[in-house]
C-alpha cells in the first residue's frame, strides 16, 4: 500500500483559496488518488477522485503533476462550513480494501 | 435512499459484555468496512468484506468479529467489551469510485 504523508494541521481565513498537499512517494501504476472531508461526529464523505493531471467537481479541484508522487487539494474561497478534516487516499479503485486506508488527515480551521 | 445506516447510535456496555452492531446498506454495495476511530485520531480498519459470505481483517481485528450472511448487511460483534474498545465505529460501502459512510455509533464501555 502507498503511504501517504499530510500535513497534520492548516489555519485559513475565510474567503482565501487553501490548497493541502500529500505525499505519495510509493504510488503504483493502478493507484488513484481519492480525498475524502470528515465533519465533527459524521462520517468521512467523498470529495474527490484522479489519477493524473487535473480534476474538478463543484467542490474542490485535485492537480497531480506527471510523477504522480504527491498531489493537492484545492478548496477555493473556503467558509467557516470547510472546517474539517481532510483525508488523502491511495489505492486501486475497486480491489477491496486496498484504497480505504486512512491515515490521520489534515484538520483544516477556517477562521473568521 | 437511506444508503448506509448503523444501528445504534449510541450504546453504554459494561466490561465483559457483549453486543452487536449493525450496518446496512441499500445500494447494492460489494464491498463493506467497518472503522474505529478514537478522538483525535484517523479510521482504522477493523474487518471488511468484499462480497456476501467473505470477511477479511483489517489493521485492528483483535477483539472483534464479523459475518456477512447477506450482501446488504455486515454486523460487527464485541464478544467481551473492554474499556480499550471505547471508541466511535463507522460503517462503510463501496463499489468503485466512492466509499459510502454511516452516521457511526458511538459505544462506551465502562
Known amino acids: 500500500l502507498a503511504k501517504t504523508t499530510q500535513p497534520i494541521s492548516m489555519d485559513s481565513y475565510e474567503g482565501q483559496e487553501v490548497n493541502i498537499t500529500c505525499s505519495h512517494n510509493?504510488?503504483?501504476?493502478?493507484?488513484?488518488i481519492t480525498w475524502y472531508q470528515q465533519f465533527p461526529s459524521q462520517g468521512p464523505r467523498f470529495i474527490i477522485q484522479?489519477?493524473?493531471t487535473k480534476v474538478t467537481n463543484e467542490v474542490a479541484s485535485l492537480f497531480i503533476p506527471a510523477d504522480r508522487k504527491s498531489s493537492t487539494l484545492s478548496l477555493p474561497r473556503v467558509s467557516l462550513s470547510d472546517t474539517a478534516v481532510y483525508y488523502c487516499?491511495?489505492?486501486?479503485?475497486?480491489?477491496?480494501?486496498?484504497?480505504?486506508?486512512f491515515g490521520t488527515g489534515t484538520r483544516l480551521t477556517v477562521i473568521p | 435512499n437511506a444508503g448506509v445506516t448503523q444501528t445504534p447510535k449510541f450504546r453504554v456496555l459494561k466490561t465483559g459484555q457483549s453486543m452487536t452492531l449493525l450496518c446496512a446498506q441499500d445500494?447494492?454495495?460489494?464491498?463493506m468496512y467497518w472503522y474505529r476511530q478514537d478522538p483525535g485520531m484517523g479510521l482504522r480498519l477493523i474487518h471488511y468484506?468484499?462480497?456476501?459470505?467473505?470477511?477479511a481483517k483489517g489493521e485492528v481485528p483483535d477483539g472483534y468479529n464479523v459475518s456477512r450472511l447477506k450482501k446488504q448487511n455486515f454486523l460487527l460483534g464485541l464478544e467481551s467489551a473492554a474499556p480499550s474498545q471505547t471508541s466511535v465505529y463507522f460503517c462503510?460501502?463501496?463499489?468503485?469510485?466512492?466509499?459510502?459512510f454511516g452516521q457511526g455509533t458511538r459505544l462506551t464501555v465502562v
Open positions: 462503510a460501502s463501496t463499489e468503485y469510485t466512492e466509499a459510502f
Open positions: 510509493n504510488i503504483a501504476t493502478n493507484d488513484y
Open positions: 484522479g489519477y493524473k
Open positions: 487516499l491511495v489505492g486501486e479503485v475497486g480491489a477491496g480494501a486496498n484504497n480505504l486506508f
Open positions: 445500494m447494492n454495495h460489494e464491498y
Open positions: 468484506s468484499v462480497g456476501e459470505g467473505t470477511t
